[in-house]
């Protein structure tokens, strides 16, 4: 079983950044893949980037490529999304997510947080 809590979100105003941590319970943190989802109001949730559980590689979806960073630290049981040149469009839920394959297909995920808000105002 593994817990996740996520922090960071906020207010923001356009073009600022913002760094989300996602924290883990549970001694097995490094055996599973991360990633991070948004979910912004009327809309489906939205994959944004996800690392692996071993050699770190990294796969995002187009909309957060360029922009945004996922990277984990695996003694601290954290994963983290940089959110750089943010957008009003960003503003979301963002929820971490722990699974055995860092893909961008939400039943993949066997744990989810209860998400942090991030608001990019205009």
């Known amino acids: 079983q593994v817990q996740l809590v996520e922090s960071g979100g906020g207010l923001v105003q356009a073009g600022g950044s913002l760094r989300l941590s996602c924290a883990a319970s549970?001694?097995?943190?490094?055996?599973?893949?991360l990633a991070w989802f948004r979910q912004a109001p009327g809309k489906e949730r939205e994959f944004l980037a996800a690392?692996?559980?071993?050699?770190?590689?990294?796969t995002y979806a187009d909309s957060a490529k360029g922009r945004f960073t996922i990277s984990r630290n695996n003694a601290k049981n954290t994963v983290y999304l940089q959110m750089n040149s943010l957008k009003p469009e960003d503003t979301a839920v963002y929820y971490c997510a722990a699974g055995a394959r860092p893909v961008g297909i939400i039943r993949q995920y066997y744990y989810w947080g209860q998400g942090t808000q991030v608001t990019v105002s205009s």
């Open positions: 690392i692996s559980r071993s050699d770190g590689s990294t």
């Open positions: 549970g001694r097995t943190f490094s055996s599973y893949a």
